[in-house]
């Protein structure tokens, strides 16, 4: 799309653009950095667990500024908050690209991180005030897209990056696209809000050091043993830390992080069905693609080819599921999304090392579809009640929770695999291992499909109303 056609763009349909493709580019990242790992390890010449902080120092520094990033919206503006992660983003990319000693490419990965961390929640911001609760169906079709284009796609580009070019294009194909979506943010709105108040050091202090030590106890937990006296250092001070964070917050009459928002119980158990299917969604994802590499020897491209599905189904479904959200609401739709899940997951279990891919691929299809119930839903109906205002730290709640889902997940799943006696590090995994992966993703679901029954479609009518005239059809 021309600079001109963008600039005629009303500016819902220009931020959802922008939304998009920053989105997309995050999301990308942290996934892409996946395929290099093996050839990461061989450049720099580190051992597998130690090459695994590309990825967890990434994750830790991201989530450590999300739950800032409602406070800098709202204090400096949410267009030059946005603007401003994406230049660090963008820069610490290009870092990573020309990265010479292993230290340096950790510590720009950490630089990537505080980009990434602030620019997803304060976008999302952006996009959430742009459109009224009506039409809202239709951005959480473009968000559902994107979160799940985006990682299946991802190991099919990193592989054909790192095969074809280099590992260093796996950082330096963020550049250009970082420029060109800063040339089109120029063009957003300004929003800042007066009574933002003054920065909160101890809710950042006590927050950004409860979720790093989180994430970095349950990133080490599966390789280093959940009995180390240094994974559980780092969860005891984690759980310390969160505990004195929501205890200070909830005493602030004017929080970095307004916890008050999830009395909204519409919010909050969108936000802890959002946890479960996300958790199963990157399980899914993740480890049946390990099943398909690890335990059958399949290669990297027919394991994407395999677990892509997903995202087709997701897009083609993504359309019949925002009419049925009209017509239903929310509640139905998770508990049939979370069923959809369990029951795919009981079939994933039961696949031995001969079962045709194409099985696979029709499984991983259905894992699509029932994603689409529950991701729309969440996304479409959780800041149905939430004012303009507040809807920065609604969003930054939000994204706090998927983000330490995600890592979650994946360490929880892990954990199973290795007490299943399937330590992919050290050997390839038996295939039974990976049942008991499943059939935890499926146990995750079950749990979903309980906290669903606890939302109510009436709370969310402002959503479920229909936009006269559709408002994100966004044109070519």
Known sequence: MRAGALRGLPHAKLTAVVYAVSMF?????TQIVNVALPTLGRQFHVTTASVQWVVTAYLMSMAVLVPASGWLGDRFGTR????????????ASALCATAAAFPELVAMRVLQGVGSG?????????????YP???????????????????????????????????RWIFLINVPIGVAVAAVGLLLDEHRELDAGAFDAAGALLGGAGLGLLLYAVGSGPTDGWGSPVVL???????????????????????MLDLRLLGDRLLRWCSVANVFSTMAFFGSLVFTALYLQEARGVSPLDSGLSTFPEAVAIGLASGPVARAFHRFGPRRLLMVGFAGIAAAAFLLSQLGLTASLWTV?????????????????????????????ATGHASAIFNTCQRAAMSIGVALLSTVLALAGGDVLHGRPPVTAFHWVFRTTMLLAMVGGAVALLVRDSDAAPAMRRAVPPVLELEG
């Open 80 to 91: 030059r908050a946005y603007l401003g992660a994406l230049a660090v983003f963008t820069v």
């Open 233 to 255: 250092v780092a969860g005891a001070t984690a759980v310390a830390s969160l505990a004195g964070f929501v205890r200070t917050e909830l005493a602030r009459p004017q929080p």
């Open 118 to 130: 602030i620019m997803v929640p304060v976008g999302m911001t952006m996009l959430y005030r742009a």
């Open 133 to 167: 609760p009506d039409a809202r169906v239709g951005v959480a079709r473009l968000i559902t897209r994107v979160m799940v284009v985006a990682p299946a796609t991802a190991p099919m580009i990193g592989g054909a990056l790192v095969t074809w070019a280099s590992w």
């Open 25 to 29: 580019m995050t999301i990308m990242d």
């Open 361 to 389: 691929r029709g499984l991983t299809f259905f894992l699509g579809c029932s994603l689409a119930c529950i991701m729309l839903s969440t996304q479409a109906a959780a800041f149905a009640r939430i004012s303009p205002a």
